[in-house]
């Protein structure tokens, strides 16, 4: 079998700061590669309000497909109204762009997409390890065991940067641990603009299963952290026999000047029984 699954990761797009040019760069780009699945994890907008949940709502629909998958981020939980936040923290949310999590899946890969976020702690995040468990279970009946399963959360497993350490994950060690005992393939996430690509091999190494960790940047907000570009991740994923598999995840890079985005770099991860490893 050589079937393959295309994955488009956009992240941080937190309408009301959104670069016009790159909103619709980053729309061509989509329209040009044409993925299988969009996801998007988190911070879909700067402070949760309604104008810019409609101008993100308007984006979405102008995506290829109908095959979408978005989360939210810690600024898309109310910050200063308090009553909201804590009694209908999601509600702007949810009227515009509907669940706030989903699952997608074809024959050969399945995403699931978590809301990691959590409203009493507001801009740090856990994986809700009842919730995300049913989810998965679910999905891996529909792929079969050597299916490709990929998770979507917005805060980060690990950091590109030292300084960004504290915005990981709360649970973190025991998320990771469940992930690797449920055969999750690659966690995408989100929240720290910053992108990385790498195992959970270095940060994890006691997993008795590593699987693969892409972070992805902001895709066109104004809020880029030095040295990180507005970008996003193409990702092909593809089945081989077995538990072979690979990803090969393609980073595309806004350039200002030629107000398109480029595609960069492409880094490959390989599967086998043992689970997942860089491809060198
Ligand atoms: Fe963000
Ligand atoms: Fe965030």
Redesign the pocket.
């Known amino acids: 079998m050589n079937a393959s699954t295309t994955v488009l990761h956009f992240?941080?797009l937190?309408f009301g700061t959104e670069i016009v040019a790159a909103r619709d760069a980053a729309l061509l780009a989509a329209r040009r590669i044409q993925p299988d699945v969009i996801v998007v994890s988190?911070?879909i907008t700067q402070r949760a309000r309604q104008r810019e949940y409609l101008a993100a709502k308007t984006f979405l629909d102008l995506l290829p497909g109908r095959a979408k998958l978005v989360i939210p981020?810690?600024?898309d939980i109310p910050l200063l109204n308090l009553p909201a936040r804590v009694l209908r923290p999601y509600a702007g949310y949810v009227r515009t762009l509907g669940a706030p999590e989903g699952v997608w899946n074809d024959r050969m890969t399945a995403v699931v997409a978590l809301n990691t976020t959590t409203p009493f702690r507001h801009t740090r995040g856990r994986v809700p390890v009842p919730a995300f468990r049913a989810m998965a279970e679910q999905a891996r009946k529909r792929i079969g065991p050597d299916g490709v399963l990929i998770a979507v959360i917005h805060q980060p497993f690990v950091t590109a940067q030292p300084e960004d350490a504290d915005e990981v994950l709360m649970n973190a060690p025991e998320a990771a641990r469940l992930f690797a005992e449920l055969g999750v393939d690659a966690a995408l996430s989100?929240?720290?603009?910053y992108p990385l690509l790498r195992t959970t091999l270095a940060d994890f190494p006691e997993l008795p299963r590593p699987f693969v960790l892409c972070g992805a940047g902001?895709t066109f907000?104004h809020?880029v952290r030095q040295g990180a570009p507005n970008s996003f991740h193409a990702m092909r994923v593809v089945r081989g026999e077995g538990a072979v598999a690979r990803i090969e995840v393609t980073a595309h890079v806004y350039d200002t000047g030629g107000r398109r985005f480029a595609a960069g770099e492409t880094q490959v991860f390989v599967r086998d029984a043992g689970g997942w490893q860089a491809d060198r």
Do not use: F, L
């Not at 989100?190 to 603009?193: I, L, M, P, Q, S």
């Open positions: 992240s941080d937190h988190g911070d981020g810690n600024h989100g929240h720290v603009h902001t907000s809020r």
